[in-house]
């Protein structure tokens, strides 16, 4: 689930791109192209990038979540592995009682199986839902607080844009433009003085 996690967190992340992207060539589509370069270069269009897999390696706040669903998703699987080994041993209990139940017996055992059969499925649905909105509120905390330093760190830089870059999405990047020990240095000042 951890792999969900991170996989959940570029998927925004490659999706607030895009989103961009999309805004920023519709809006050039509408005006002269010439124009738009015209007004780029005057105004000093300056675009940043930060390094997704660098910060989630150094960015404590976001080791310290990592942990935090490790250690929840650990024990929701304890949780469904007290439930199966129930269910087993009742099975087994049935099992071995088997030849000297009468039919009504076996029905009601029948029954009983189907019934721990269904609790279960219930019990890994439920789980299984509560680690994915626990992971996709962790992201959103996650993003809101490298958003709100951004826009902070923004206020002197003036980049039009700031990147995310996760493997595959950028094909070429100018390393004078990545601001991602800036981004890390300052998200994890910040945590510290909340801690």
């Known amino acids: 689930m951890k792999n969900n996690f991170t996989s959940g967190l570029n998927i925004v ?3 607030a791109v895009a989103v961009l992207f999309y805004l920023h060539f519709s809006s050039a589509k509408k005006n002269n192209a010439i124009a738009a370069n ?6 000093g269009f300056k675009v940043a990038y930060f390094d997704e897999d660098s910060l989630q390696e150094h960015y404590e ?4 979540i990592r ?4 250690k929840l998703e650990q024990q929701k699987s304890n949780e469904l592995n007290v439930l199966r080994n129930e269910y087993a041993k009742k099975g087994k209990e049935y099992q071995d ?17 189907l019934q721990r059969e269904n609790e279960y499925k219930r019990s890994e649905q439920l ?4 680690m994915q909105d626990e992971q996709m509120k962790r992201g959103q905390d996650i993003r809101k607080k490298i958003e709100d330093f951004l826009k902070e760190y923004n206020k ?3 980049y039009a844009y700031i990147f995310s870059n996760s493997q595959g999405l950028m094909y070429y990047k100018d390393t004078a433009y990545n601001i991602t020990n800036d981004l890390i240095k300052g998200l994890n000042e910040s945590y510290k003085k909340q801690h």
């Open 61 to 64: 706040y976001y080791k310290e």
């Open 97 to 113: 009682k088997a030849a000297g139940m009468t039919q009504a017996e076996q029905q009601n055992a029948q029954q009983d199986m």
């Open 13 to 15: 992340l490659v999706a």
């Open 38 to 43: 015209t007004t780029a270069s005057a105004t």
């Open 156 to 158: 002197d830089k003036g």
């Open 127 to 130: 789980k299984a839902q509560e």
């Open 67 to 70: 942990n935090a669903l490790t």
